[in-house]
């Protein structure tokens, strides 16, 4: 089968085409870049150079494509991050249906229930719409839980504070995923191509509190005392913007936070919990996290 790849060789994107190239499918992975062509093709994939602000460009590419895998690529620079996200939907909605694309597979995330006060996620609520408004196509959106490589942004604190935290509230309890699992379920989902109408599939490896992931993580590298430190809203989005995001994007994450605080962005998720968890947990994420801070 033919397969589009939204997202370049990033962490999901990647592992996703490779899977998809192993089993023989045509798969073409749509980049930005073109220095990305040569690694793009030595996978054993097409490459498409292009935005995806530009719907005449995904349209074209899409074409004759028996599945698309989309996602909304991060833009730091959006003046308002949540419409950036929403618009971003909007142009792939519009290239699936101009192109006569009948299966879409779309990233979206836990949270994406929540039009509003869940930071980036409430603009994936807005993609989620735009794609279930098309007539004739069969949508799958996957919700995966809080990315594990999303505390590799902790490393720098833990090195120079000696602990480890965020505002998501005290003994929090996060469900948690790898990347290369999500790239796995949505691999099996374009491969089987088995789901009609619109529906949904939550992707969660673990169920960790805080204070099980400073356990697990500090005992990896050698700090088995490493402390999870819940911090108020305001103190956290000083340090994101200190270490350089933009207010739009720093004040976006510190809604998420809240969110996850608030028990409103797993909400849709906890009740409902019929699925299988993935295989990666936290101990074996652990070994990875060693490595990373270790360099």
């Known amino acids: 089968?033919?397969?589009?790849?939204?997202?370049?060789?990033?962490?999901?994107?990647?592992?996703?085409?490779?899977?998809?190239?192993?089993?023989?499918?045509?798969?073409?992975?749509?980049?930005s870049k073109t220095e990305k062509i040569k690694e793009i093709e030595a996978l054993g994939a097409k490459a498409a150079i292009g935005s995806v602000e530009d719907v005449a460009f995904l349209t074209a590419t899409?074409?004759?494509?028996?599945?698309?895998?989309?996602?909304?690529?991060?833009?730091?620079?959006?003046?308002?991050?949540?419409?950036?996200i929403a618009g971003i939907g909007e142009n792939l909605a519009a290239a699936v249906k101009a192109s006569g694309v009948k299966y879409v597979v779309n990233l979206s995330s836990i949270g994406a229930h929540m039009p509003d006060g869940c930071g980036p996620v409430s603009g994936l609520y807005f993609?989620?719409?735009?794609?279930?408004?098309?007539?004739?196509?069969?949508?799958?959106?996957?919700?995966?839980?809080?990315?594990?490589?999303?505390?590799?942004?902790n490393i720098g604190m833990i090195k120079h504070m000696g602990i480890i935290g965020g505002n998501y509230g005290t003994g929090a309890k996060l469900a948690i995923v790898?990347?290369?699992?999500?790239?796995?379920?949505?691999?099996?989902?374009?491969?089987?191509?088995?789901?009609?109408?619109?529906?949904?599939?939550?992707i969660v490896g673990d169920?960790?509190?805080?204070?099980?992931?400073?356990?697990?993580?500090?005992?990896?590298?050698?700090?088995?005392?490493?402390?999870?430190?819940?911090?108020?809203?305001?103190?956290?989005?000083?340090?994101?913007?200190?270490?350089?995001?933009?207010?739009?994007?720093a004040s976006n994450y510190v809604e998420?936070?809240?969110?996850?605080?608030?028990?409103?962005m797993a909400a849709e998720y906890n009740a409902q919990k019929s699925f299988t968890f993935e295989k990666t947990k936290l101990e074996h994420f652990a070994k990875e996290f060693a490595a990373v801070y270790s360099q």
């Not at 993609?127 to 942004?153: C, D, I, M």
């Open 127 to 153: 993609t989620e719409q735009a794609l279930n408004s098309l007539e004739g196509v069969n949508v799958k959106h996957l919700r995966p839980g809080f990315f594990y490589y999303n505390f590799f942004g």
């Open 207 to 249: 169920e960790k509190t805080t204070d099980e992931i400073a356990g697990t993580l500090g005992a990896a590298i050698g700090k088995p005392d490493l402390k999870w430190v819940d911090f108020a809203d305001s103190d956290t989005l000083g340090a994101l913007q200190q270490n350089g995001l933009p207010a739009e994007i």
């Open 178 to 202: 790898h990347p290369a699992d999500i790239a796995a379920v949505a691999a099996s989902e374009l491969s089987a191509l088995s789901f009609s109408g619109k529906s949904i599939r939550y």
């Open 62 to 84: 899409f074409k004759g494509a028996d599945a698309v895998y989309t996602m909304v690529p991060p833009f730091f620079g959006a003046a308002d991050w949540k419409k950036y």
């Open 1 to 31: 089968m033919k397969f589009i790849v939204t997202g370049s060789l990033g962490h999901i994107s990647r592992p996703l085409a490779e899977k998809l190239i192993a089993d023989k499918h045509d798969v073409t992975i749509i980049s």
């Open 256 to 264: 998420m936070g809240s969110a996850m605080r608030s028990g409103k």
